[in-house]
C-alpha cells in the first residue's frame, strides 16, 4: 500500500522565504508538524535552536537535548524538532541559562534575548470572543489557546499578557487610540509606534489603524498591528544580538 500523507521532511531551498535561513548548506531541513502557526509564519524548534541560535551543530547533538527534556517552549518541555514556534513563543535552554523570545523583523521571526523572569511571561492577540455554555466568554488566542474569563473586556485584534504554562492573566492592552502598536510584517516589521486611529472596516475595505511609526506616519490593516502596551512595551520587542 503507498503511503498516505505529506511529506515529512523539506529542502532548504523550498523552505518558506520568510524563514531566516542559510540555502545552501545542508539539502533537507525540519518541517514544522501542524500546529498553531502557519508554516510561513512559525520556524520548527529544531531550526531555531541550530540555525538561529546556533546552540547544535548537528541534528545528531540537537536531538540529544530534546529527547532528555532540556529545551521549553512557553513553559513546557518540547521533545520534537519539528514543533512549530512562532510569533511571541518564547523557547527557554535553562541548562545553559538562555531564553529567547521570536520577535518580527524584516526579515521574518528573530530571536530576542529576555531574562528568565520575562521568559514567563507571553502576550498573546485576541482572535475570537464567542459565548459558551453556562454564559460565559470564551477567548480565542493567536497561538492556538483558548481560555474562559468573564472578567476580561476583550474585543479581536486587542492582546492579554499571561503567565506561562498555567495562563494567568496578568494585564491587557487594547487595539485602540493611544495604544501602542507593534507591525508585523513587511518592510516595517518590528517597528514601534503610538496609535492615532483605528478605522473600522466596511463591506470592500477591512479595519485600518492609523499609526505613527519610526519611517513616519502609515496607514495599515489591523490585522497588521499587534497592541503591545500603552505607555511603554509590556514585552520585550525587538531583537537584539545573539
Partial sequence: MGKKGGRNKM???AAPRSWDISRKSDRFIFKPLPGPHAISAAYPLGVVIRDLASMARLSKELKFMMKNGRVLVDGKERRTPRFPVGLFNVVSVPVEGVDFRLVPSPKGLALAKVSSDEARTKLCSVYTKSKVKGGHIQ???HDGRSM????L???PGDAVLLEVPSQKVLGQT???KGSLGLVLTGERAG????IAEVKKGTISREKMVKISLPSGEAEIPS???FPVGTDSPMITI???KQ
Avoid at 191 to 194: D, E, R, T, Y
Fill in 11 to 13: 529542502k532548504r531551498l
Fill in 139 to 141: 477567548y480565542g488566542l
Fill in 148 to 151: 474562559v474569563d468573564d472578567a
Fill in 153 to 155: 473586556d476583550l474585543a
Fill in 174 to 176: 487594547k487595539l485602540a
Fill in 191 to 194: 517597528q514601534l509606534g503610538k
Fill in 223 to 225: 490585522r497588521l498591528v
Fill in 238 to 240: 525587538g531583537a537584539g
